[in-house]
């Protein structure tokens, strides 16, 4: 996918509804569930079996930056807003980009131990996104501190959100997908419906590595 340079400031670029987007060409991928062979335990392999999961069918993605910050655009259907769950037993809606820290990380394995991948986490509840790195299934590791921004809105049934991030921020070098203008990386999405009550390994998601151009 494309990544342009516009004119804009941060604030204008982190609000999904701002005109500055119209003219960012967008995509809509086809998201589908993860493999449930996949899942961590066997209890969840036999649950969602008959629950199913993967409830998003499509996201539609665009990216920008302005020469300081990289923002991503998603925009996806959810008839219900799981913005703010008031029962410890329910979810929030969520999305996240993943991106490989080195080249070769596998997108299935959500990376491995030589070949990590970071993840930028929004969640309707929490402010700001998670940061969060894996060497593999089941090694997510969210990090303390965040780079991340985002602005989410409803409008109908669908959630707009945009993710974004510095180019140069400081942590561990190896916590840190290289970006800059000029360079081209790779990118997958993944979106989690809390009313479906998924989470964690539970989502839709983006099959396929996407390259990303990020305009000089
Ligand atoms: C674009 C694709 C993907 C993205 C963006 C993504 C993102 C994430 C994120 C952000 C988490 C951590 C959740 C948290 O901190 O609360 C997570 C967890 C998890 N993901 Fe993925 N994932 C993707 C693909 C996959 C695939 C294909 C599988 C295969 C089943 C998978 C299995 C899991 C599992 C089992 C967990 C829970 C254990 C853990 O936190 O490491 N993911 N994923």
Request: charged share 20%; glycine share 6%.
């Given at each position: 996918m494309k990544c342009p340079r516009v004119t804009g400031t941060s604030s204008e670029l982190l609000d999904p509804a701002s005109p500055v987007w119209q003219s960012v060409p967008s995509e809509t991928l086809n998201l589908t569930a993860t493999?449930?062979?996949?899942?961590?335990s066997e209890y969840i392999q036999n649950k969602w079996q008959?629950?199913?999961?993967?409830?998003?069918p499509q996201v539609t993605v665009a990216s920008a930056h302005n020469g300081q910050e990289i923002y991503f655009r998603l925009e996806w259907e959810d008839?219900?807003?799981?913005?703010?769950?008031?029962?410890?037993a329910a979810f929030p809606d969520q999305a996240g980009v993943m991106m490989p820290?080195?080249?070769?990380?596998t997108l299935m394995e959500m990376g491995t131990a030589d070949q990590p991948v970071n993840m930028w986490l929004w969640r309707?509840?929490?402010?700001?996104p998670y940061y969060v790195t894996a060497t593999g299934r089941g090694t997510s590791k969210r990090h303390r501190e965040s780079p991340l921004a985002a602005k989410a809105a409803r409008d109908g049934g669908r959630w707009r959100v945009v993710i974004s991030r510095p180019f140069h921020v400081s942590l561990a070098a190896e916590d840190i997908?290289?970006?800059?203008?000029g360079m081209e990386h790779k990118c997958s999405f993944a979106v989690w419906q809390g009313s479906a009550q998924e989470r964690g390994g539970l989502k839709a998601y983006q099959q396929r590595w996407l390259p990303l151009e990020i305009a000089s």
């Amino acid at each position: 996918m494309k990544c342009p340079r516009v004119t804009g400031t941060s604030s204008e670029l982190l609000d999904p509804a701002s005109p500055v987007w119209q003219s960012v060409p967008s995509e809509t991928l086809n998201l589908t569930a993860t493999p449930l062979v996949m899942q961590p335990s066997e209890y969840i392999q036999n649950k969602w079996q008959s629950l199913g999961h993967g409830a998003t069918p499509q996201v539609t993605v665009a990216s920008a930056h302005n020469g300081q910050e990289i923002y991503f655009r998603l925009e996806w259907e959810d008839a219900t807003d799981d913005g703010n769950p008031d029962d410890l037993a329910a979810f929030p809606d969520q999305a996240g980009v993943m991106m490989p820290i080195k080249e070769d990380a596998t997108l299935m394995e959500m990376g491995t131990a030589d070949q990590p991948v970071n993840m930028w986490l929004w969640r309707a509840d929490v402010d700001p996104p998670y940061y969060v790195t894996a060497t593999g299934r089941g090694t997510s590791k969210r990090h303390r501190e965040s780079p991340l921004a985002a602005k989410a809105a409803r409008d109908g049934g669908r959630w707009r959100v945009v993710i974004s991030r510095p180019f140069h921020v400081s942590l561990a070098a190896e916590d840190i997908v290289p970006l800059a203008p000029g360079m081209e990386h790779k990118c997958s999405f993944a979106v989690w419906q809390g009313s479906a009550q998924e989470r964690g390994g539970l989502k839709a998601y983006q099959q396929r590595w996407l390259p990303l151009e990020i305009a000089s």
